[in-house]
T-cell receptor, first 117, second 115 residues
Framework: GAVVSQHPSWVICKSGTSVKIECRSLDFQATTMFWYRQFPKQSLMLMATSNEGSKATYEQGVEKDKFLINHASLTLSTLTVTSAHPEDSSFYIC?????????????FGPGTRLTVL | AQTVTQSQPEMSVQEAETVTLSCTYDTSESDYYLFWYKQPPSRQMILVIRQEAYKQQNATENRFSVNFQKAAKSFSLKISDSQLGDAAMYFCAYRSANSGYALNFGKGTSLLVTP
């Protein structure tokens, strides 16, 4: 149980286009989902916290107009990278906190590798 | 803001031996949680072990154990009887008990296991 999927697993796009990444909790409901970015050989950096039915909370330095997050249901959050540029190329990972878990558990998706040409 | 420091970018251990990965953190909070995550080449994050700060007893999960020193703000991971499958990046992470549920990660330690 407690599986989180991400789609797509990898994507290549042209500079200036937008890319949507989906994060789904497959067998549980998630009140909160988190989006992280990981550059090569670096750590995971929190981008934003997404709560179902409300606006996402972005970390300092993350442009909310560039990284649009929608958490429309208890099993789905989406991250849209708008007008992507090569510097947005990275590995994007989501995690989900199960409803009623108390916060000690959060489960990670397998990540999405974005390459912007 | 809390910071998590992993001072060993790379570590190497022989199969069947024991290795300890270091982690220190900086916080003014008294209630929090600490985690070790493993990230193999597949990039899938896997929870290895967690520790609640209010518990004095060190957490243990099979071959994995921690040495939690709250006063020193130290949280090291010991891997016993190392196996080839233990080779991965290991991240130490902190989570506040009072402000949100997001994890604050260290920079990671790359563990190489040699036959």
């Amino acid at each position: 149980g407690a599986v989180v999927s991400q789609h797509p697993s990898w994507v290549i796009c042209k500079s200036g286009t937008s890319v949507k990444i989906e994060c789904r909790s497959l067998d549980f409901q998630a009140t909160t989902m988190f989006w992280y970015r990981q550059f090569p050989k670096q750590s995971l950096m929190l981008m934003a916290t997404s709560n179902e039915g409300s606006k996402a909370t972005y970390e300092q330095g993350v442009e909310k107009d560039k990284f649009l997050i929608n958490h429309a249901s208890l099993t789905l959050s989406t991250l849209t990278v708008t007008s992507a540029h090569p510097e947005d190329s990275s590995f994007y990972i989501c995690s989900a906190r199960p409803l009623g878990s108390g916060g000690n558990e959060q489960f990670f998706g397998p990540g999405t590798r974005l390459t912007v040409l | 803001a809390q910071t998590v420091t992993q001072s060993q970018p790379e570590m190497s251990v022989q199969e069947a031996e024991t290795v300890t990965l270091s982690c220190t953190y900086d916080t003014s909070e008294s209630d929090y949680y600490l985690f070790w995550y493993k990230q193999p080449p597949s990039r899938q994050m896997i929870l290895v072990i967690r520790q609640e700060a209010y518990k004095q007893q060190n957490a243990t999960e099979n071959r994995f154990s921690v040495n939690f020193q709250k006063a020193a703000k130290s949280f090291s991971l010991k891997i016993s009887d190392s196996q080839l499958g233990d080779a991965a990046m290991y991240f130490c992470a902190y989570r506040s008990a009072n402000s949100g549920y997001a994890l604050n990660f260290g920079k990671g330690t790359s563990l190489l296991v040699t036959p």
